[in-house]
């Protein structure tokens, strides 16, 4: 639970745990590292056949910060999944400067350019980050909620998939 001038908030948990994207969420766009526009399908097409994590994070989130070293425990377990990240960095400098500072360049990285609300974000009903998903070999969506790299349900669900 966080404070900010005497209101509380919490992280809560989606009423409706989906199982696939919408239209709109497919066609979202992101950036990558050099600038060239992606949307949310053409990634997942890029992992399609094998189980992919999607971690969504900022350089200004203290809370990601705080999971990174279990995010990157999860992936060395993890040699035969895929995983993405999606920053949700307010600017493409920050873009940049959270992918060398925190030593994220040889990752599959992506950007919101058109900020924290858009299509994607409201359909996975994305109201904090960090927030990991687990896609499964034919982009659905095998985990749909999950705020630590340390949620045994991302390993059992991974171990799912991979039988």
Known sequence: MISVFGLSYAQQQPKV??????????VQKLEDEEGKSMTIQQIL?????????????????RDCLKALPKAEELEKNNPNVDFVFLSL????????????RFHMKD?????????????????????WIPRYMVID????????????????????????LLK
């Open 107 to 127: 990752k599959d990285n992506y950007w919101f350019s058109s900020g924290w609300k858009n299509d994607f974000n409201n359909y996975i009903d994305l109201n």
């Open 45 to 61: 097409d890029q992992h399609k056949g094998k189980v992919l994590v999607i971690d969504f994070w900022a350089g200004w989130c």
């Open 17 to 26: 745990l989906k199982t696939s994207f919408s239209k709109e969420a497919l």
């Open 89 to 100: 960095e307010r600017s493409k400098e920050g873009f940049d400067k959270s992918l060398d």
């Open 137 to 160: 070999q034919k982009s659905s969506i095998a985990k749909y909620y999950a705020i630590s790299p340390e949620d045994p349900e991302i390993q059992e669900t991974i171990n799912r």
